[in-house]
């Protein structure tokens, strides 16, 4: 394929199938070339360098999350909302959550997402540096779940890798977990109740369970803030 073929969408697309099927550790620009037909060379042409593909990538997965009408929902749906579509979203590109940490990554889809989420907590009466706070608290939240799939998907593809079946490893590793956990009789239970597909996972609902618990602070925090300072809560669903 001439270089005068390839787009930078295209470019970009196929490095997100990349990095979905091989990870932050396996994006090459000469593997991306082969999967595209062309020589790495046409690929810098259109990208620029490797850190700049990352970012650009990074950020068209941002453009997949879903933000609900905030003039048809309350802010607490329309904020649960959207965490779920995000989760979901570093569900499907788990090398996401490590670039996060190790590039420095900008674009417009984040800022959509960004400005989305600031109005979802002015709606609800936030305002200035409590917005923004409101609006941290739960992007920490999500980001924090999302690090346990994205550490099991590349934890498995590291013991494919060095040859090891992951099962085998995760049941083996289960087995001297019980042991060590003999004398102690509360997480002995809770070992005894897990399978080895669940032992990179979190508890069921642990991530509905804790949104909730998250939404529940804010709305007292709003409340108390409003005593405090004498407002009123804007009208509508809270």
Request: with cysteine; proline share 3%.
């Amino acid at each position: 394929m001439r270089r005068d073929t390839l787009t930078q969408e295209r470019i970009v697309q196929t490095a997100i199938e990349l990095l979905d099927a091989e990870g932050l550790e396996g994006l090459s620009m000469r593997g991306l070339g082969e999967r595209l037909g062309s020589a790495a060379t046409a690929v810098y042409w259109h990208v620029k360098s490797k850190d700049n593909l990352v970012m650009l990538a990074s950020d068209e997965v941002w453009h997949e999350i879903e933000l609900p009408d905030l003039d048809a929902h309350d802010w607490r749906t329309a904020g649960a909302m959207t965490a779920r579509g995000m989760f979901s979203m570093l569900s499907r590109h788990p090398w996401l959550v490590q670039a996060l940490g190790s590039h420095l990554l900008r674009g417009p889809g984040k800022a959509r997402y960004d400005d989305y989420s600031l109005a979802v907590y002015e709606k609800a009466g936030f305002a200035g540096g409590e917005a923004d706070r409101a609006m941290a608290v739960v992007f920490m939240f999500v980001l924090g779940n999302a690090i346990g799939e994205s550490a099991a998907v590349s934890l498995r593809r590291r013991l494919r890798e060095e040859g090891s079946n992951p099962d085998d490893v995760f049941r083996e590793t289960m087995a001297d977990q019980m042991k060590m956990a003999q004398d102690f009789p509360r997480l002995r239970a809770r070992l005894a109740s897990v399978t080895d597909a669940d032992y990179l996972t979190a508890p069921d609902q642990s991530f509905v369970c804790g949104l909730e618990v998250i939404f529940d602070g804010l709305e007292k925090r709003l409340n108390d803030l409003t005593r405090l300072n004498g407002h009123k809560r804007p009208e509508g669903p809270a």
